[in-house]
Nanobody, 126 residues
């Protein structure tokens, strides 16, 4: 089992930047593909970015490609989401997610998620 805790959310103006962190504890972090999802008010929780076990491959939702970067530091048991050129439509609660133990890729849909963090609010003002 793994526990996930996000941090780094906040209020930022459009065009600004934020970096989210997700600290993991529990079983070996390097055995989990990791991902970020987000959920805006009144909407479903959507995939944002995924990263493989060792961080060699990444995947992004079309809406964030070129603006968001997912990375991981396995020595620190932490995954990051660097967000630049933020837009008001990026406003959401951002969730860190882990796939099943041994999954190479992080989850891309909710049914692939084995563990969720509690979420961190990101608000982008216009």
């Amino acid at each position: 089992q793994v526990q996930l805790e996000e941090s780094g959310g906040g209020l930022v103006q459009a065009g600004g930047s934020l970096r989210l962190s997700c600290a993991a504890s529990g079983r070996s972090f390097t055995r989990y593909g990791m991902a970020w999802f987000r959920q805006a008010p009144g909407k479903e929780r959507d995939f944002v970015a995924s990263i493989t076990l060792l961080g060699s491959n990444t995947d992004y939702a079309d809406s964030v490609k070129g603006r968001f970067t997912v990375s991981r530091d396995n020595a620190k048991n932490t995954v990051y989401l660097q967000m630049i050129s933020l837009k008001p439509e990026d406003t959401a609660v951002y969730y860190c997610a882990a796939g099943e133990y041994g999954s190479v890729w992080g989850p891309r849909i909710g049914s692939e998620v084995a563990y969720w963090g509690q979420g961190t609010q990101v608000t982008v003002s216009s």
